[in-house]
């Protein structure tokens, strides 16, 4: 940090944002008397995650719920009896984990391996579908830092990066100079797949607008175009037949094309299926030109989560450790799944917000257990907690490494002071995971 | 044929992995010692006997075993992976992966199963009498080799996904059944004598897939010929069939999808 004169306040300069996967590493922080008062470089979504830092009415003390009511407490005590309920648990549901750190996460999967329970990360409602695509057919991706020096051809399919990753396309993709574009956005060309007009595809220089629930479909057809082989229709999912053939003539005509793909299809009609058959475009159009693809992650450190379960397990989300040894199985072993067949009967929730996103009927059974709460802010899954312990912001309040959309790792910097007497994840978690091998 | 007999007790809610209940690992052994076989409920290791009253009597050879299991065994997984030879019977709805990775033998089901029901399955016989979850026939998370051998007999319907990355073996559903039937398919027959409502056969590269009833079928399918009464796989056909290959999304695919006309 530097003295900055002319305000009276330190900046903190290269920190890196941590709100989305883009994980912007530019941003400016100006800091006075350990409150932030400033915040440059940063999108619309980051800079109000910097300031919700100072939000009114934040939790500091650990609270319990006892005879109903939410009471304060100590953390040694909410830590005893996190550590006890865990323990207790037959079949304990450990949830959340996208954004916090890897550090976090490693003493995360040491309790679920200790206490014999079901380990997923939020990549489960998210780029779940994505994962067992690869998992079949592989992943020619490459790093954020190529597509700038060298894309010549961007596609968003079913994403719309200007309002869930704003910086994206002016750090990576569309805007910057790179070593063989040198003219930015003018050696570049950008296509937008969705199913409506999006602010990103009014920005396009091609639109095309593909039917509900027919990614799949248009798809097939342009592995077909590009494979040489007859689309046995007209139209497909909206679409006409030269117009995909025009399309794929584009795509192998390229130097360097990229596909980054959204929920638009991870979590529409075909799931696993759209992303799969959308690696296999990639791996065909690899026979004519250079093309890669990859998924526009959300939550800052949900790739680190899977990269730190995956080192540790072999496997990037829903490991089940009942039997000792890891097992996976999204549809068996997935947290909605474990919730709507009953089966978890306690849940330590750390960094997510559940109670808020998961269906109606997932949310029945967690609010019928024991229910372990770790993050920041008062959520609805706070207020469901048996135990809630409130825990300082990783990458504003401390360090942290998170992964990019790319697995690129990238250490998030701590900004100011976290309140008296709070903890950070790491810490509160390590905590817990010495409460239960206490004595064993 | 030797019978054991097992009757569940009260099941409890967090699920039982019970891969131990096979023909080829009751074999030989007393009803005592099946009884003190592991079953994981949760993350505790308990004993077969928990759940299970067991009676009657073990062949010394597993081919000569039969496994009664009397009553609804819904929340129990794995029910005989593995088995090499031998019979189950159960006679009632079984939970995921009945039959998981079975090589032979013979397993029935009067009720109907969860998903992932004869994954990885080599060979042997896997008979529904009810409805199949997901995933039936299908292969393992990333694995591109799915069912490799032996049949597949579902009464009811079937989910989505069946006979994934399938390379042998048959499937026959008499109900409907789900999207993306046979998708990756590259040898091998499903046949489904109901309906399926889009998607059969998609990226297959190899083996043959029949629809008796309404189906929509993919644009990167070709149209072949049309056919009287076909023999597939040895599998007689009765009527006229239109045939399609591909899936042409797929370079040089060989697959063909059967629908009735």
Known sequence: ?440 | MKEIILTPKELPDVGLIAETITPDLFAGKSIGKIASLLIFAGNQRKKLGDFFEVAGKSADDASDTRIVIKGDITKVKMVGKGTKAGEIVIEGSAGMYVGEEMRGGKITVLGNVDSFAGQTMRGGELVIKGNAGDYLGAAYRGDWRGMRGGVILVEGNAGAETGLFMVGGKIKIKGNCGTFAGVHMKKGLIIIEGQTPERAGAEMTGGSIVVMGDTDILPTFAPVNEEKNPEIDGEKLKGTFQTYSGDHAERGAKGMLYKFV
């Open chain 1, 1 to 440: 940090m530097q003295e900055s004169l002319s305000k009276r306040c330190t900046v903190a300069s290269d920190v890196v944002c941590p709100f989305c996967g883009t994980l912007c590493d530019d941003i400016e922080v100006d800091v006075k008397d350990n409150k932030i008062t400033d915040v440059r470089h940063a999108c619309r979504i980051g800079t109000a995650k910097f300031f919700s830092v100072l939000e009114e009415g934040r939790p500091t003390k650990p609270l319990i719920r006892k005879n109903g009511v939410m009471v304060e407490t100590t953390v040694d005590t909410a830590v005893k009896k996190a550590a006890e309920i865990l323990k207790k648990s037959i079949r304990p549901l450990l949830y959340g984990w996208s954004s916090t750190s890897c550090e976090a996460h490693a003493h995360g999967i040491a309790i679920a391996e200790e206490v014999g329970g079901v380990i997923d990360g939020t990549t489960s409602v998210c780029h779940g579908p994505s994962v067992l695509a690869i998992q079949d057919v592989g992943c020619p991706s490459c790093t954020l830092a190529e597509v700038k020096n060298r894309a010549d051809l961007v596609i968003y399919w079913g994403c719309n990066p200007m309002h869930a990753h704003p910086r994206h396309l002016s750090r990576y993709t569309i805007y910057p100079r790179g070593y063989f574009r040198e003219r930015g956005h003018q050696d570049r060309e950008l296509i937008v797949i969705d199913v409506r007009k999006t602010d990103t595809a009014k920005i396009a220089n091609k639109f095309i607008k593909v039917d509900y629930g027919r990614d799949y479909e248009l798809l097939g057809a342009i592995r077909a175009a590009v494979n040489g082989n007859e689309i046995n229709a007209e139209v497909v999912g909206g679409v006409t037949k030269e117009e995909i053939q025009k399309l794929a003539e584009k795509l192998k005509n390229c130097q360097f094309g990229v596909i980054f793909f959204g929920m638009g299809l991870t979590m529409t009609s075909a799931k696993h299926r759209n992303i799969d058959n959308a690696i296999c475009l990639t791996k065909d159009l690899n026979r004519h030109t250079k093309f890669s693809i990859m998924p526009m992650r959300g939550h800052y450190n949900v790739t680190g989560f899977g990269e730190v379960l995956t080192w540790q397990t072999g496997y990037p989300y829903a490991v089940d450790f009942s039997t000792g040894y890891p097992r996976y199985n999204p549809g068996e072993t997935s947290a909605n799944d474990v919730l709507q067949r009953g089966e978890a009967d306690a849940a330590l929730i750390v960094a997510s917000d559940p109670v808020a996103h998961f269906p109606r009927k997932s949310v029945e059974y967690l609010a019928k257990m024991p229910l372990i709460y770790i993050g920041p802010h008062h959520t609805p899954t706070s207020l469901l907690a048996d135990v809630f312990i409130p825990s300082t912001f990783v990458g504003i309040e401390t360090g942290g490494t998170a992964y990019r959309m790319d697995t690129v790792p990238l250490y998030a910097k701590k900004v100011v002071d976290g309140p008296k007497g709070v903890l950070s994840d790491e810490e509160i978690l390590e905590r817990i995971y010495k409460e239960i091998v206490r004595g064993k």
